[in-house]
T-cell receptor, first 112, second 115 residues
Framework: AQSVTQLGSHVSVSEGALVLLRCNYS??????LFWYVQYPNQGLQLLLK??????LVKGINGFEAEFKKSETSFHLTKPSAHMSDAAEYFC??????????FGDGTTLTVKP | GAGVSQSPSNKVTEKGKDVELRCDPI?????LYWYRQSLGQGLEFLIY????????KSGLPSDRFSAERTGGSVSTLTIQRTQQEDSAVYLC?????????????FGPGTRLTVT
């Protein structure tokens, strides 16, 4: 069984500020972890993924996430928010092949 | 190359009617998934196809929902006797199915509105 909890359905930051979106997961086997971004009226786009190896993974648009097994977390960060980062972000967990389980999403608002 | 495509992009139907939603995965991808995204909600898994294996239908919410995948490529999700609670965005995704490359590529979705 696997599950994902995204803490905070809405996060608001000022342009240039740190972005931190929280994700905790549970999985009965070593997980694959993903962050996706969804812009209005579009499908999901992969930001980054963790499968094995280095626990700090870098993705597109300056985002990165760190897999912390002891904390069962995979938080998404970006040092400096840009207006174009405003979107909905989804964390997902997968145990190998098969379906992914998604969190409920976090809407990021960036204030000028 | 072409990504995952879905049609129609929008569908409005009356309660009780049947609808078919289509997904064209990325060429060569052996795995195909359907998810449902209701307003303000995350993605709800519906069904998963992998090659010639029996599909994982564990997420289908009722027997009004069915899906098939013909020739290992195009997939159709059918909802019979639609209800208002079926209104949602239906997302299709595909992946290569190769070990270690499990990222899913999503289509733009079909927005279904049941009136």
């Amino acid at each position: 069984a696997q599950s994902v909890t995204q803490l905070g359905s809405h996060v608001s930051v000022s342009e240039g500020a740190l972005v931190l979106l929280r994700c905790n997961y549970s999985s009965s086997v070593p997980p694959y972890l993903f962050w996706y971004v969804q812009y209005p009226n579009q499908g999901l786009q992969l930001l980054l993924k963790y499968t094995t190896g280095a626990t700090l993974v870098k993705g597109i648009n300056g985002f990165e996430a760190e897999f912390k097994k002891s904390e069962t977390s995979f938080h998404l960060t970006k040092p400096s928010a840009h207006m174009s980062d405003a979107a909905e972000y989804f964390c997902a967990v997968r145990a190998g092949a098969g379906k992914s389980t998604f969190g409920d999403g976090t809407t990021l608002t960036v204030k000028p | 190359g072409a990504g995952v495509s879905q049609s129609p992009s929008n569908k409005v139907t009356e309660k009780g009617k049947d609808v078919e939603l289509r997904c064209d995965p990325i060429s060569g991808h052996t795995a195909l998934y359907w998810y449902r995204q209701s307003l303000g909600q995350g993605l709800e898994f519906l069904i998963y196809f992998q090659g010639n294996s029996a599909p994982d239908k564990s997420g289908l919410p009722s027997d009004r929902f069915s899906a098939e995948r013909t020739g290992g490529s195009v997939s159709t999700l059918t909802i019979q006797r639609t209800q208002q609670e079926d209104s949602a965005v239906y997302l299709c995704a595909s992946s290569s199915g190769l070990a270690g490359t499990y990222e899913q590529y999503f289509g733009p979705g079909t927005r279904l509105t049941v009136t």
